[in-house]
């Protein structure tokens, strides 16, 4: 069974940096697209990146694009979103995500994905 745990969330000032990670288990990792989602508190979540398996296409939401960058690390079972730059509007809860068979046209498409973790909280003080 494939699981998925979030870590690196929390406070930061505008401006300020963080760096999620998200290590996957219970799966062959470099089979797997992965993506990071952030849901506002009553909205949808929405994509903020995603990367395909073997590290292959990029993805990113065009609020995040030059700020935030998805790295992942097949030898750890780890994918991380750096976080640059940050605003308040950042603020969010984020989700890791991970699925197989994705095509780049639905790399941004939450229901795509088979996996989730339990999501991490970023605020981002003004």
């Known amino acids: 069974q494939v699981q998925l745990v979030e870590s690196g969330g929390g406070l930061v000032q505008t401006g300020g940096s963080l760096r999620l990670s998200c290590t996957f288990s219970g799966g062959t990792f470099r089979s797997y697209t992965m993506g990071w989602f952030r849901q506002y508190a009553g909205q949808e979540r929405e994509i903020v990146a995603a990367v395909k398996r073997y590290g292959g296409d990029t993805v990113y939401a065009d609020s995040v694009k030059g700020r935030f960058t998805i790295v992942r690390d097949n030898a750890k079972n780890t994918v991380y979103l750096h976080m640059n730059s940050l605003k308040p509007e950042d603020t969010a809860v984020y989700y890791c995500?991970?699925?197989?068979?994705?095509?780049?046209?639905?790399?941004?498409?939450?229901?795509?994905?088979?996996?989730w973790g339990q999501g991490t909280q970023v605020t981002v003080s003004s």
């Open positions: 995500a991970a699925g197989q068979g994705l095509i780049t046209s639905t790399l941004r498409v939450g229901r795509a994905y088979d996996h």
